[in-house]
């Protein structure tokens, strides 16, 4: 069973940056990719970025601010954010979607979150 643990939010100003990590435990046979995701309070959980074995895509909304990785050793994702702007509070998810064969559903596996506040 995958489990994916957050950590690394926290309280910052306007312009200050974080970087999020995301601890991957278990296996899974066919990865698709590795994300993440946020969800400010009142609204539906949006995507921010994912990283695969193809590159990486981001949301246009942090183009050039954040930016994702991935440690294979130490079955880490990262979440470098930079530039950080009151509209970026939200609890980040980390996710991972894969499935246990060629032929099985793609299931979306979730962290429990990690609150980001930016604020002056």
């Known amino acids: 069973q995958v489990q994916l643990v957050e950590s690394g939010g926290g309280s910052v100003q306007p312009g200050g940056s974080l970087r999020l990590s995301c601890l991957v435990s278990?296996?899974?046979?066919?990865?698709?990719?590795l994300g993440w995701y946020r969800q400010a309070p009142g609204k539906l959980r949006e995507f921010v970025a994912t990283i695969n074995s193809s590159g990486t895509n981001y949301a246009d909304f942090v183009k050039g601010r954040f930016t994702i990785s991935r440690d294979i050793d130490k079955n880490t994702v990262y979440l470098q954010m930079d530039i950080l702007k009151p509209e970026d509070t939200a609890v980040y998810h980390c996710?991972?979607?894969?499935?246990?064969?060629?032929?099985?559903?793609?299931?979306?596996?979730w962290g429990q979150g990690t609150q980001v506040t930016v604020s002056s």
């Open positions: 996710n991972l979607r894969g499935r246990d064969g060629y032929l099985m559903p793609w299931t979306d596996y």
């Open positions: 278990g296996s899974i046979r066919v990865l698709n990719a």
